[in-house]
């Protein structure tokens, strides 16, 4: 899956990303956590290799999706290591502010990584 999107991102084929994109989207409030943990490193590889504009068009969804999609009660740890390697990502590209003003949850795993990511980088 992601040799596919690789490819699409090289070409920059737009239809395809957009469709790509929306999947991956919507499967990862899927509840089996190897589906999720594959749909977080689509997205992470997304959130890599994607040139700024379009990860400025693309913001709102990824951040929405990352915060409101995803189910916490039943989380794997492969699924917390995937969610923390697409964080670390996702404050590169979009910074701590932004990320910080998007989620409100108390039991979200943002709230424990993004205060040492500011002491430490």
Known sequence: LN???????????????S???AHACSWI???R????V????????????????TMQQYQELFTSTVFDGQL????????????????EVLVDRFGVEILL???DKPDWF???????????G
């Open 38 to 53: 594959l749909v977080i490193r689509l997205l992470r590889m997304l959130a890599k290799k994607l040139p700024d504009y």
């Open 33 to 36: 956590p190897v589906v999720r």
């Open 29 to 31: 409030g899927d509840g």
């Open 72 to 87: 916490t009660a039943d989380v794997t740890v492969k699924v917390r290591k995937a969610n923390r390697l697409l964080l």
């Open 110 to 120: 943002v709230l424990q990584f993004i205060p040492t990511y500011m002491v430490v």
């Open 3 to 17: 040799v596919i999107a690789q490819k699409f991102v090289r070409l920059l084929d737009a239809s395809a990303l």
């Open 101 to 103: 003003n998007r989620t």
């Open 19 to 21: 469709q790509l994109i």
